[in-house]
């Protein structure tokens, strides 16, 4: 019988710990490093807490959520037609993705796809947020309706494609080892974008550059393509093919600058920005506006055969706000200031604490605090009964466009007299900010009756003490900050006892506690604040 009732209670302890369901049927699933299979619909969701887990993920509708906590492993054997929300604040490794509409990604932590990965057809947008790392192994290719905005660090070892109708945005660094295609779509780079192969834009692709663009092995637009540029594309000698193909419709406006050793334009060169050009230059098409125009396209053909043209082959005349002009070598060092944030600064926004309270409800205590955080900051929340040993009890995860966050702390030992709290807060590259410490007093001694009246106060405050001996106390005014702001030594009676605390009137408005102490102990507590 005894052994019955052990199996039963293990039994039971199982479901707890693996289906957890709400009453309106969806379940929460709390998984520590299993190879449970797990079939997740529309809004289920399954948290890996910790470990490694490498299960099997058998259907993950839309509406369907998983999330990696910081330091967990999310590497299952398969995902089955991934339409869900995926948030990563630790590490994912998978062999192959190929998602589909109604999927997306908020990656804080460390992506890895080892396989292929593909953005299928189908509405979803992939985030990778600062400090944010990405790494295809077999290359990326995004499909029409999907969006990708890169403000963390991607790298592919193959090939990138981004197709029809779909969009890929770049803040920070990318690094392509094979070569990048663009089939009629959009590509916007406000950071360092680095391809060791080719670059081609196809069709009706848009492609605006703010920053740097640096292609080992060629760049090509195709088609009905508008090249507008305001940062550096830079073709290096150092590359394969160090040459500039237009055959659409190139724009650079006023600083962008396009370097390359060779050029051949088939299209049309047009705005206000430079050209600063090394090798051997052939133009068949049009360079700069027919009839009359306030840009001036400068063009500096360093290896031009005739003083009366601008490009060693020219078959067709630039137009007159076309000029030769010496340039000097752009820099391909240092950012521009058209560059996005987070590349110039290449820290991440430090958090800044706005105010952290404590207080009590139904003998529970309550922390409310409000930051600017960058996305990817995890919250730490730690308690401490000396104010000396503090233990983590608590990971919250920042979110973009959040800054008030509120924790209830339901293990929290209340027989304890007193217990303090404090938020750790961890950035995207490792560093850490501690709030300050909050005191929250529980009850005070048998007998010992205390009210602060009144309150809110806006000038004095009275105390108003029901002692159980005669003695002397220390009455002391701390900010929620655990600063001593007032403190005042006093004789007490058996009995009731009122005390002036003259000194309130040139505290701040706030939020404070007032301690009542004998003989160096905390013996009664009350929460004022001050208008």
């Given at each position: 019988m005894k052994c019955n009732s052990t199996l039963w209670n293990l039994f039971a302890l199982t479901l707890a710990l693996t289906f957890n369901t709400l009453a309106n049927g969806q379940a929460v699933y709390v998984d520590n490093g299993s190879s449970t299979t797990?079939?997740?619909?529309?809004?289920?969701?399954?948290?890996?807490?910790?470990?490694?887990?490498?299960?099997?993920?058998?259907?993950?509708?839309?509406?369907?959520?998983?999330?990696?906590?910081?330091?967990?492993?999310?590497?299952?054997?398969?995902?089955?037609?991934?339409?869900?929300?995926?948030?990563?604040?630790?590490?994912?490794?998978?062999?192959?993705?190929?998602?589909?509409?109604?999927?997306?990604?908020?990656?804080?932590?460390?992506?890895?796809v080892t396989g292929s990965a593909t953005l299928s057809q189908g509405i979803q947008q992939w985030t990778n947020f600062y400090g944010g790392i990405m790494k295809f192994d077999m290359g990326l290719e995004i499909n029409k309706n999907c969006a990708l905005l890169n403000r963390g660090t991607i790298t592919s070892l193959g090939n990138m494609t981004v197709n029809k109708d779909a969009s890929f945005m770049n803040n920070n660094t990318v690094k392509v080892t094979g070569n990048v295609t663009l089939n009629s779509a959009d590509f916007s780079n406000g950071g360092k974008f680095d391809v060791s192969g080719s670059f081609t834009v196809n069709g009706t692709s848009f492609f605006t550059n703010n920053c740097r663009v640096v292609v080992g092995n060629g760049f090509t637009n195709n088609g009905s393509v508008t090249v507008f540029n305001l940062g550096l594309i830079w073709c290096p000698a150092s590359g394969t093919s160090s040459i500039v193909t237009i055959n659409g419709s190139a724009t650079i406006t006023n600083n962008g600058t396009i370097k390359s050793v060779d050029l051949t334009n088939y299209g049309n060169m047009a705005g206000s920005g430079n050209w600063y050009l090394t090798g051997h230059t052939i133009n068949t098409g049009n360079v700069g506006i027919n009839g009359s125009a306030s840009d001036t396209v400068k063009i500096y053909d360093v290896t031009r055969t005739s003083t009366s043209t601008i490009f060693d082959?020219?078959?067709?005349?630039?137009?007159?706000?076309?000029?030769?002009?010496?340039?000097?070598?752009?820099?391909?060092?240092?950012?521009?200031?058209?560059?996005?944030?987070?590349?110039?600064?290449?820290?991440?926004?430090?958090?800044?604490?706005?105010?952290?309270?404590?207080?009590?409800?139904?003998?529970?205590?309550?922390?409310?605090?409000?930051?600017?955080?960058?996305?990817?900051?995890?919250?730490?929340?730690?308690?401490?009964?000396?104010?000396?040993?503090?233990?983590?009890?608590?990971?919250?995860?920042?979110?973009?466009?959040?800054?008030v966050y509120k924790f209830e702390d339901k293990q929290v030992n209340t027989q304890s007299r007193s217990v303090y709290y404090r938020i750790r807060a961890v950035e995207p590259t490792g560093a850490i900010t501690l709030s300050d410490t909050r005191v929250l007093m529980f009850t005070t001694k048998a007998g010992i009756s205390v009210q602060a009246t009144p309150n809110p106060f806006t000038s004095q405050l009275n105390i108003s003490y029901q002692s159980t001996t005669r003695e002397r106390i220390n009455i002391r005014i701390v900010s929620m900050s655990?600063?001593?702001?007032?403190?005042?030594?006093?004789?007490?009676?058996?009995?009731?006892?009122?005390?002036?605390?003259?000194?309130?009137?040139?505290?701040?408005?706030?939020?404070?506690?007032?301690?009542?102490?004998?003989?160096?102990?905390v013996i009664a507590t009350e929460r004022v604040v001050k208008q």
């Open positions: 797990y079939s997740l619909a529309s809004g289920d969701s399954l948290y890996i807490q910790s470990g490694v887990y490498q299960g099997k993920i058998s259907k993950f509708d839309a509406g369907a959520k998983i999330t990696v906590a910081s330091g967990a492993t999310f590497q299952p054997t398969g995902i089955t037609n991934p339409r869900g929300i995926l948030t990563n604040s630790g590490s994912v490794k998978l062999s192959t993705l190929s998602t589909n509409g109604g999927f997306t990604m908020y990656n804080y932590g460390s992506l890895w082959e020219q078959y067709k005349k630039p137009y007159p706000n076309a000029i030769f002009a010496l340039l000097s070598p752009p820099d391909t060092t240092n950012l521009l200031s058209s560059c996005s944030p987070e590349v110039i600064s290449n820290i991440t926004l430090p958090v800044k604490w706005e105010y952290f309270y404590v207080n009590l409800s139904d003998n529970t205590p309550v922390l409310t605090w409000a930051a600017e955080q960058d996305p990817g900051t995890v919250f730490t929340v730690q308690r401490s009964y000396d104010a000396v040993n503090f233990t983590t009890i608590a990971s919250i995860n920042g979110e973009e466009g959040k800054r655990g600063a001593v702001m007032a403190s005042k030594a006093v004789n007490v009676s058996t009995g009731y006892n009122s005390i002036a605390i003259t000194e309130a009137a040139s505290l701040t408005k706030g939020i404070y506690l007032v301690q009542l102490i004998s003989e160096n102990t």
